[in-house]
């Protein structure tokens, strides 16, 4: 299969920065997508990148470096809300194109 | 515009019964895909459907099977359920292909076999 490798946990404080890195296997890249999950909640989108730079939404930016194979998630001015699990996901080029592998979460644990 | 439903939200069976779940997408959108969520594999991809079509399928027994109606609503089945099957089923919706657009997810239906 296909192996994404993000951080399981990361804590910070309110206000801070904090960094979600993913890198995935090189292969067949197509794009990298990224998601957020609350507590019993549905994963929702965060951002896609399919080339290299930083993109930016409000506090959320996304960054891809496909040299690297290598993307990360930059969460700024951290609010409690923001406590929630992060997943990477990635699709390939080809047959599997319109299929999403994830990753297997990042837990964000932000403190007041 | 509403969003993505899921019916049921919660169901328990026991096993070696069969299980059927009902998605239904954003209006507009074309393609549904479906995913297991477990706290030991975390989210698995089990289809996409693109206009009736199934154009990928993630790598899981043939007991999982999935359809697509031409008003793109889509339905799951899994027959002779396993303990292991336990797990949140999550669909999602997008109007293009999956994987290069946003997707729109459900709350889920939280099956528990016992």
């Known amino acids: 299969g296909q192996s994404l490798e993000q951080p399981s946990e990361v804590t910070a404080v309110e206000g801070a920065i904090v960094q979600i890195n993913c890198t995935y296997q090189?292969?067949?890249?197509?794009?990298l997508s990224w998601y957020q999950q609350h507590d019993g909640g549905a994963p929702t989108f965060l951002s896609y990148?399919?080339?290299?730079g930083l993109e930016e939404t409000g506090r959320f930016s996304s960054f891809l470096s496909r040299s690297d194979s290598y993307g990360y998630l930059l969460l700024q001015e951290l609010q409690m809300k923001d406590s929630a699990s992060y997943f990477c996901a990635v699709t390939f080029r080809g047959s599997t194109l319109g299929r999403l592998y994830f990753g297997r979460g990042t837990q964000l644990t932000v403190w007041p | 515009k509403a969003g993505v439903t899921q019916t049921p939200r919660y169901l328990i069976k026991t096993r070696g019964q069969q299980v059927t779940l009902s998605c239904s997408p954003i209006s507009g959108h074309r393609s549904v895909s479906w995913y297991q969520q477990t706290p030991g594999q975390g989210l698995q991809f089990l289809f996409e459907y693109f206009s009736e079509t199934q154009r990928n399928k993630g790598n899981f027994p043939g007991r999982f099977s999935g359809r697509q109606f031409s008003n793109s609503r889509s339905e799951m089945n899994v027959s002779t359920l396993e303990l292991g099957d336990s797990a949140l089923y999550l669909c999602?919706?997008?109007?293009?292909?999956?994987?290069?657009?946003?997707?729109?997810f459900g709350p889920g239906t939280r099956l528990t076999v016992l």
């Open positions: 999602a919706s997008s109007f293009g292909l999956a994987g290069v657009n946003e997707q729109f």
């Open positions: 090189t292969s067949g890249f197509y794009g």
């Open positions: 990148n399919a080339l290299d």
